[in-house]
């Protein structure tokens, strides 16, 4: 079964806007990851936050993790035609055995030039 | 370095037939993973194993098993295949540091007919 839900399931915006895309999870996590998938082929892993970690920044990427909440966010700034891909969170759970990703059902995002 | 590959890339099996599907970490990661996505979904953890040991199992059925080999390859084996069995199976490979998250390869595509 799913950890969570991701929201919007489809995005579609502009090349230059910004896409922020949100992750519901259940239990409580030791974090959050985040990752792309272009066109149904392998995953890359774009961002870890930690569960002690509020807010976490790597190049265009921004993510904010609210623990009360369980939610996280992903922004990409300045959207390009190369963002358009699937985005998924994954959730490693807290105290777990191993370190298996629980992932979301993913966010499909389209940027038109 | 290479990343982490799998073999083969697609496959077709008829119902009931056997598959074995086989993934190479990366050099240095001593931990793999298998995940099956079905098409319009996020990924469901199979398997994981560490150092060669079983650390972790998914809900599937005991038709799924799988195995690490002393240079850290994986297999995994799915008996008596089934219609719902047709997915994209990806093996991650992980190294010490978990802030770089899971290196995924490019899957294998199996379709059940």
């Known amino acids: 079964s799913q950890q969570g839900e991701e929201d919007p399931q489809a995005l579609s915006i502009q090349e230059g806007e910004n896409a922020t895309m949100n992750c519901s999870y259940k239990?409580?996590?030791?974090?959050l990851q985040w990752y792309r998938q272009n066109s149904g082929r392998g995953l890359v892993h774009l961002i870890l936050?930690?569960?002690?970690?509020r807010e976490k920044h790597s190049g265009r990427l921004r993510v904010t993790l609210d623990t009360s909440k369980k939610s996280s966010s992903l922004l990409i700034t300045a959207s390009r035609a190369a963002d358009t891909a699937s985005y998924f969170c994954?959730?490693?759970?807290?105290?777990?055995?191993?370190?298996?990703?629980?992932f979301g059902g993913g966010t499909r995002v389209l940027v038109k030039p | 370095d290479a990343g982490v590959t799998q073999s083969p890339t697609h496959l077709i099996k008829t119902r009931g037939q056997h598959v074995t599907l086989r993934c190479s970490p990366i050099?240095?990661?001593?931990?793999v993973s298998w995940y099956q996505q079905v098409l319009g979904q996020g990924p469901q953890f199979i398997f994981q194993?560490?150092?060669?040991?079983?650390?972790g199992r998914g809900n599937f059925p005991d038709r799924f098993s799988a195995r690490q080999f002393p240079n850290y390859s994986s297999e995994l084996n799915v008996n008596a295949l089934l219609l719902g069995d047709s997915a994209l199976y990806l093996c991650?490979?992980?190294?010490?540091?978990?802030?770089?998250?899971?290196?995924f390869g490019s899957g294998t595509r199996l379709t059940v007919v």
């Open positions: 994954a959730t490693v759970r807290e105290k777990a055995a191993g370190n298996k990703l629980t």
């Open positions: 194993y560490y150092e060669k040991e079983e650390r």
């Open positions: 050099s240095g990661h001593k931990s």
């Open positions: 936050i930690r569960s002690n970690e």
């Open positions: 991650a490979s992980r190294g010490q540091v978990v802030d770089y998250g899971y290196t």
């Open positions: 239990t409580s996590i030791n974090n």
